[in-house]
C-alpha cells in the first residue's frame, strides 16, 4: 500500500509540502515582519553574545590597529568588539 504523497508527482510533492507561512508568488529574500519571531531573534542575538573577555584577533589591537602587529601584541592590548546589537531585520530565503 502506497501513501497519498507516494502516489503524487515531485512537483506536486513540493507544492504540497510548501509551509504554510510562505507568501504565495514570492521567490527570493522575503522580509519576515512576525513581532514575536523578531523578538525570538533579537533574544537569540542577546544570548549568545558574550560579555565579559569579548574580542577578537581580527579586530586589531588598541595601539596599531588591524594587521600591523604581532598576535601577542593583539592579545594584550585588545581591541573590544561592540556590547551588543541591535536587530534590523530579519529575511526568509524562499524558493519555489
Sequence with gaps: H???VAQQSLPQQLL???PGHWQAGAVGLVPITDPALLSQFQFLLDATHLETNNWTRDRGCTQHGV???AASCAYANQS???RGY???????NQNP
Aim: contains cysteine; glycine residues 6%.
Design 2 to 4: 502506497r501513501s497519498d
Design 16 to 18: 504540497s509540502s510548501r
Design 67 to 69: 594587521n600591523r602587529c
Design 80 to 82: 573590544p568588539v561592540p
Design 86 to 92: 541591535r536587530l534590523a531585520g530579519v529575511w526568509r
